[in-house]
């Protein structure tokens, strides 16, 4: 028993280590794309002064988590840049990305800005109750709609479907079995039930697409994508996960009782 909540609180540290750290990491996807991207343009799809305030954000906001001051304002202030970048990245058309691409790209940032509303829901002892409540169920409409934006996209996007398809064999039936699989937890995300439970298996549902398909770098970059565009995105994935572990032993399950 003692062995157990050992492993537990190590979990808990651990993950809260690594969410702590994804905000530098961002800064410095972020850079190194707009780097690859330079030889093929004369400005920046991104204004050059918005881009230095939001890694300025992003450094700011991963030393206060990291020193844990004010961890609970800068976690939120980080959720929100994401959902800035989200909609940056689906409404840019500097960017020359296919819809398909935007919708991907955004759906990541969301599902990460869920992760940090949910996981402000835990920094601050001092909100009540209800508002503490009230952040982790925002934070679980925001992975509901990243799950169903994952659906989307593997059903309705010819070359993700292809890239499904290519990785996983099975072929169409493979591709239902995941679709079940991410409406499941979006549905359940949504609803608010069963939380705990759920986001252990969303964990596993993102592990096994992101090492699966998205993972395949090689892939991608053959196929016109920017190899840290897809980094990025990868590591939006792993974001999720390392927050649906952290969940897993902080949450309860909800049942609704008539």
Same mark, same amino acid.
């Given at each position: ?14 993950? *809260?280590? #690594? /969410?702590?750290?994804?905000? @530098?990491?961002?800064?410095? $996807? +972020? ?5 690859? &991207? ?101 934070? *679980?409409? #925001? /992975?509901?709609?990243?799950? @169903?934006?994952?659906?989307? $996209? +593997? ?5 993700? &479907? ?97």
């Amino acid at each position: 028993m003692a062995t157990s909540s050992k492993k537990i609180r190590w979990i808990k540290s651990l993950s *809260e280590f #690594l /969410l702590a750290k994804f905000p @530098f990491i961002n800064a410095l $996807t +972020l850079l190194m794309l707009l780097a690859e &991207r330079s030889p093929k343009e004369s400005f920046p799809p991104i204004n050059p002064h918005i881009i230095y305030i939001n890694l300025g954000i992003c450094v700011v906001c991963g030393v206060l988590m990291s020193v844990r001051l004010q961890a609970n304002k800068a976690v939120l202030i980080y959720a929100g840049q994401l959902l800035y970048f989200a909609y940056t990245f689906y409404s840019n058309a500097k960017l020359n990305y296919g819809e398909w691409h935007r919708i991907h790209i955004a759906t990541r940032h969301v599902g990460c800005a869920g992760i940090y509303i949910m996981f402000a829901s835990f920094l601050d002892n001092q909100k009540s109750v209800a508002s503490r409540n009230q952040l982790q169920r925002i934070g *679980e409409i #925001l /992975l509901g709609i990243y799950f @169903f934006a994952y659906m989307y $996209t +593997l059903n309705n996007s010819p070359d993700y &479907r292809r890239a499904f398809m290519d990785h996983v064999p099975g072929e169409d039936w493979s591709r239902y079995f995941a679709t079940v699989a991410l409406a499941g937890c979006a549905l359940s995300f949504i609803s608010g039930h069963f939380v705990r439970d759920v986001c252990l298996f969303s964990s596993f549902v993102v592990i096994f697409m992101t090492l699966v398909v998205d993972g395949d770098l090689y892939y991608w970059t053959n196929r016109g994508v920017h190899y840290w565009n897809q980094i990025r995105m990868t590591l939006d994935n792993i974001c999720a996960v390392v927050g649906f572990v952290y969940f897993s032993i902080r949450l309860e399950n909800r049942i609704k009782v008539e």
